[in-house]
């Protein structure tokens, strides 16, 4: 008994796997653009760009004293790859904001010329992308004139302590001096506002939380405070150890007189506080924020997708899974084709980062390798 076979219609066209891909997203604008979605009516606006996974400080709750097992120069997206990646973003996907990122982002020499470039681009709204750097601040106050010149709005500065005994064990450094200095030479700048970004350890700097705000409110910065998250080695964290938003908030209300920002959050990260001067809050001194994305998760906002130095997406920070673009850029895929493909993996996006469920794994990668 002979079974028939169907043959293909030679007039009909094979598909490609990515035009497969494509059938699955929804439909393309008839320009071939398209917004980053998912399935849960998020709107990826936002991209972070790690340039690099190096760093010159150890902190403890990010890495040992030694350092880790940097990426190869050849894993590591070249500067040309680099902007076709954002151009594609910006371009073609929708992506409004861009935040550099590491590692430690000054260490790329060429970050001058990476932020001019990627200023040159021009958004759906016709304007040019806002651009932002995430710091630790060592070596700031040479450069930050020269990034500002290129392009850069704004900036975050990673700072956990004043305290120049705790700043030296806590990032096995002693470079507190540089990074004040730094932070001065951007208010110079006119970088504004200036995010200052510390992290609340139990033990560790619990007890500067209230320093470190009256410095950043004295400098007219503003500071957000961040609880601890599985980012690091996986010893340096456990939900019983950690500093809550709500003890963090108990402790700035002791001595601030606070009120919750009238403005929405939106998908800022932030949940900010206004401080005044007066009890009757009649003089403004600021604005104070708490990250809280393990008490309370705002995944729901959440607006940004990533790409790390060796050019992976990741459509969570907390994400054990990862879409190559690299790879695929450097065998001759097309702009439209890898544009497919970043849509692709953000419309899988899961609905949060899972924290707080019994099965969560921490991510295989540290903060330093995915980029802030």
Known sequence: MSTSVALPDPTTPPTSPVQDIANDLPAANADGTRLLLDRYGRTARDLRVSLTDKCNLRCTYCMPAEGLQWMHNSAVLTDDEVIRLVRIAVEKLGVRKLRFTGGEPLLRKSLPSIIERSKALTTDTGDAPEIALTTNGLGLDKRVASLSAAGLDRINISLDTIDKAKYTALTRRDRLDHVLRSIDKCAEAGLSPIKINALVMKGVNEDDVVDLAAFALDKGAQLRFIEQMPLGPREAWSREDMIT????????????????????????????????????????????????????????????????????????????????????????????????????????????????????????????????
């Open 245 to 372: 938003a709500d003890e963090i908030l108990a402790k700035l209300q002791s001595s601030f007189i606070m009120t919750p920002a009238k403005q929405p959050r939106g998908s800022a990260p932030a949940a900010l506080w206004d401080v005044w001067k007066n009890a009757d809050h009649s003089v403004h001194r600021g604005k104070l924020g708490i990250i809280s994305s393990v008490s309370y998760p705002f995944c729901g906002d959440c607006d940004r997708t990533r790409l790390t130095a060796d050019g992976a997406i990741r459509t969570c920070l907390f994400s054990n899974r990862e879409t190559q673009l690299r790879d695929l850029l450097r065998a001759g895929a097309s702009d439209d084709e890898l544009a497919t493909i970043w849509a692709a993996a953000m419309w899988e996006k899961l609905p949060g980062h899972g924290i707080n469920d019994e099965g969560f794994l921490q991510p295989a990668r540290t903060m330093s390798a995915i980029g802030g």
